[in-house]
């Protein structure tokens, strides 16, 4: 049997769902090939999404016109904003959601959305004409063809998976894995290697004393993820928990680390090493009495809860011996032990900017397989990769995010120009913009361009303008108005801040970190009926966006300005302009790198590990600049 499609997405994870959905929206005839149906947008580990730098991705895929917020918001069963206590550019929503009704809405969307089409089977190899993928094959014996082929297999490929000493084939725990995507690619020159991930026990809530957990609840805010005003938090709220190891705990874990996979040599590959396993942990930090453990629910009608921060690979006894040593689960009963699990992934710096494969035409990587952790990280390279899927079969310029545009450019811009050695998480720390890169302004900086491609509905940029034009009129008032002492002062004084002497534009006022437009509403009428207006109109929002960018404007521009002079250096093209190898006046280090990576621009060869500022001059001074 033979099918033809514009573009075939391979896997149904977050990477999978996002991709799939943007190739069909922008018109591309869409077929959306996964083993289990039933399994769309499974979350494999824990039941949230969002979190530090994270929640900026969520809030930039829903600026573009995908999902990932949307079927959040919807299922979420509490929400956080975290780093409150910061600046706005690190703060960063998270949700827990309900695991079960996340991937069952995820599949409802995906099925009415007339472009896209499903197939449940598995991928068994590719269709390559000469070096073009033109399709792929499966194991029902289907050929479909396409004009683009996005791979987004997470963990499945030559899946691995661990409890102790033992270990068996699976892409997840009772799933299992594929084979022979890897191999094909290998002998088309496409570098490949291994990486662990871990995830931790489910525990039966029934068997949990919560009198000797401490209650986490989550924001009493109307605060979401996507910018939609009509989309809206539908399920009841629920308290995580916070329980603690201790020196008992400890030893039982260190008792069976020669059980451990990670230490007696059965497991080879690179782990995430910012979400260590409990047993890595108990030796990098053997000094520490504690570790800090979060119950978290899986979702608003069931018993099953996610032990956040006991990720292991223990044998199963030993992991539940442990455990019971904690006060709260003395009478522990699990659903199942954690486990590691081991994968293949494919070298990303053999990627351009667009996730397209240099080595195959019209061959898309999006998701783990390109060396990342993290569903958020997984969708946001699936949308641009549906994107330009799309565009590669139907012509039309590419779409690429800067990465002063988003922190999906900074995402896929690391992973091209340096790789990874072990699996790459985001983190506010790896923008250097992140004044602009804040979460509540991820619309500003990404809609209007998603509209443009076509991805983006025309009421959500109908919502954009009116958002932009409820800013504008907010600054401009504050910006005019002449603020009085006897007006004002009670409420300074009320906020521990200096009382003023002499009449002042608001806006001085509103640039002191104890005031905002909320605790000053009483004092100015015309501010008091806009706040009213917004709260009654669902648009909060709003009024945080102009309180940040009034009290951060020149952090603001002064950071355009230092990307804008960067951005210079983009616009020097170099790719396939020059014979590394031959310019002796380069390092050698730079001449393999540069080599290897063959980069588009003067900016991202700069980015280039191992690329000193000699090397680039010397690329400035060949490229006449």
């Known amino acids: 049997m033979k099918f033809e499609y514009d573009v075939i997405v391979v896997g149904a994870g977050h990477s999978g769902c996002e991709a799939a959905s943007a190739a069909a929206h922008l018109g591309s005839k869409t077929l959306l090939i996964t083993m289990d149906m039933n399994k769309t947008a499974q979350m494999s580990c824990n039941p949230a999404i ?19 917020g949307i079927i959040t918001d919807r299922t979420a069963i509490q929400f956080r904003m975290l780093n409150r206590s910061k600046g706005p550019a690190v703060w960063s929503p998270r949700a827990q959601s309900d695991r079960i009704k996340y991937g069952i809405l995820w599949r409802e969307i995906l099925d009415g959305i007339p472009n896209l089409f499903q197939w449940q089977d598995t991928v068994t190899g590719f269709i390559i004409n000469g070096n073009t993928v033109i399709g792929v094959k499966t194991q029902l014996g289907v050929e479909a063809y396409a004009k683009s082929v996005v791979l987004t297999t997470g963990t499945f490929l030559n899946g691995l998976i661990h409890t102790g000493r033992i270990k068996f084939p699976g892409g997840r725990i009772s799933e299992p894995a594929s084979y022979g995507l890897t191999e094909q690619l290998r002998t088309c020159g496409i570098n490949t290697g291994r990486m662990k991930t871990g995830t931790p026990v489910r525990i039966d809530a029934r068997s949990v004393n919560f ?17 939609l005003p009509d989309v809206k938090r539908e399920l009841k709220q629920i308290s995580c928990r916070l329980v603690y190891t201790n020196e008992e705990t400890h030893e039982i874990l260190r008792k069976g680390l020669k059980e451990s996979p990670i230490y007696n040599g059965q497991i080879q590959s690179t782990g995430p090493r910012y979400c260590p396993s409990i047993e890595t942990k108990i030796v990098t930090f053997a000094d520490k009495i504690h570790h800090q453990l979060f119950l978290e629910p899986e979702g608003e009608n069931t018993n099953e809860y996610y032990l956040n921060g006991f990720s292991s690979s223990l044998p199963v006894d030993i992991q539940i011996k442990a455990l019971k040593t904690i006060p709260a689960f003395k009478e522990l009963t699990v659903y199942r032990p954690g486990y590691a699990i081991e994968y293949d992934y494919f070298d990303p710096a053999q990627l351009t900017h667009t996730l ?16 990342t952790t993290g569903y958020e990280e997984a969708a946001g390279q699936g949308i641009i990769a549906g994107i330009n899927a799309h565009v590669k079969a139907f012509g039309g310029a ?12 900074v995402l896929i811009d690391d992973l091209v120009t340096k790789g990874v050695d072990e699996p790459y998480r985001m983190f506010t720390s790896r923008a250097e913009y992140r004044i602009l890169l804040r979460q509540d302004n991820a619309d500003f900086r ?7 491609l076509g991805l983006a509905s025309a009421y959500r940029y109908k919502m954009l303008k009116e958002k932009k034009e409820k800013m504008k009129e907010i600054i401009s008032f504050v910006q005019n108005y002449s603020v009085k002492p006897d007006q004002i002062n009670g409420t ?9 002497r002499h009449g002042c534009k608001l806006t001085e006022i509103l640039k002191r970190p104890q005031v905002n437009l909320r605790n000053i509403a009483h004092n100015i009428l015309e501010i008091g009926n806009m706040i009213d207006s917004l709260k009654k109109a669902g648009k909060e929002e709003i009024i945080e966006n102009a309180d940040i960018h009034i009290k951060y404007e020149g952090y603001i521009a002064r950071e355009k300005q230092i990307a804008d002079r960067m951005n210079r250096l983009e616009n020097i093209k170099i790719k396939n302009r020059f014979d590394y190898r031959s310019i002796r006046s380069l390092s050698t280090e730079a001449r393999e790198k540069l080599t290897k990576i063959d980069p588009d621009t003067i900016a991202q060869a700069s980015r280039i590990p191992g690329i000193s500022p000699s090397d680039i001059n010397v690329l400035l001074v060949l490229s006449g600049r």
């Open 211 to 227: 009198d000797l957990t401490t209650e986490q609840k989550g924001d009493e805010t109307a605060d979401k993820f996507s910018y």
């Open 446 to 452: 990404l809609t209007e361009k998603a509209y443009a």
């Open 356 to 371: 397209e494969s240099k080595i195959i035409r019209n061959l898309f990587l999006a998701g783990q397989i390109n060396g």
């Open 492 to 500: 300074l004084k009320s906020l521990k801040t200096d009382e003023i």
């Open 398 to 409: 590419t779409f690429t995010l800067k990465r002063d545009e988003a922190y999906i450019g």
């Open 50 to 68: 969002g979190g530090i730098a994270k929640g900026q991705i969520v809030r930039e895929i829903d600026a573009l016109g995908g999902y990932m």
